[in-house]
């Protein structure tokens, strides 16, 4: 893959970035993601929101489930409560795997991630088994052990809904009982109608790429899993800390952790 960074198509990582107040992006990123904010003005809780709960997520692996291996696929740019730092501020042996094929990612991961128990695998989520096979999983995890495998807001970039479920299917396979997948999902189950409709005709025009999945399609990726409480929610409502939230409309992603 090239190591090219390219101003000038829309990068969902650059875009995620921008929504959550980072500084790593383009004018071709913010132009995007202020179209989808004027569309959805939300869009930014949904951004904060799907990052708490990946961290309340990990934490709840560490400490509760006692999972030791992170493969982290779709990564994105670093921001505050980065896998491996939650990870290993419950348990300094674990071990994390981070995937991603955007090239700005790639160089901060080079920078800043790369060494010890946490690496960095230039790969797409389309070629789970090129994944699988990378020297830097290989080496990292060991997959006759339980590992976590999280798919943070990257599946519904995935849109077709047959590939989308081998794909997960095929990660899971490779998983030993007692393994974790953990996934969030665009949705518009939870905004108004005038919203959805807006989605819908963006999505038609190729003006957002992220297809949003009602709770059936979503919930297949977890078949043959058991849900940890509570269960398929809007990503707000997973183990929240706090009881003044934003409301699932604010945040339009499904979020789950779930057991094999």
Known sequence: MSD????????????????????????????SGD?????YPAVRTTAREGRAFHRRAVR???????????????TGLPAPDNTHEVAQAVAPDARVVYVDNDPMVLA????????????????????PGRILAAPEVRELLDLDQPIAILLISVLHFLTDDDRARAVVKELLAAAPPGSYLVATHATMDFVSA??????RQMYQAGQVDALARDREAVAG??????LAEPGLVAACD????QADRPSPAEVALYAGVARK
């Open 4 to 31: 090219q960074v390219d101003p000038h198509t829309v990068s969902p990582a650059r875009r995620w970035n921008y929504w959550l107040g980072g500084k790593d992006h383009f004018q071709v990123d913010r132009d």
């Open 35 to 39: 179209q989808i904010a004027a569309a």
């Open 60 to 74: 709840f692996l560490a400490e509760e489930a006692g999972i030791r291996q992170f493969l982290d696929i779709g």
């Open 108 to 127: 901060h991961a080079r920078a800043l991630m790369i060494g010890g128990a946490t690496t960095y695998v230039d790969a797409d989520l389309r070629d």
């Open 194 to 199: 005038q919203h959805a409709a807006v989605y």
């Open 221 to 226: 990726f977890f078949d043959g899993l058991a």
């Open 238 to 241: 997973w183990r929240p800390e």
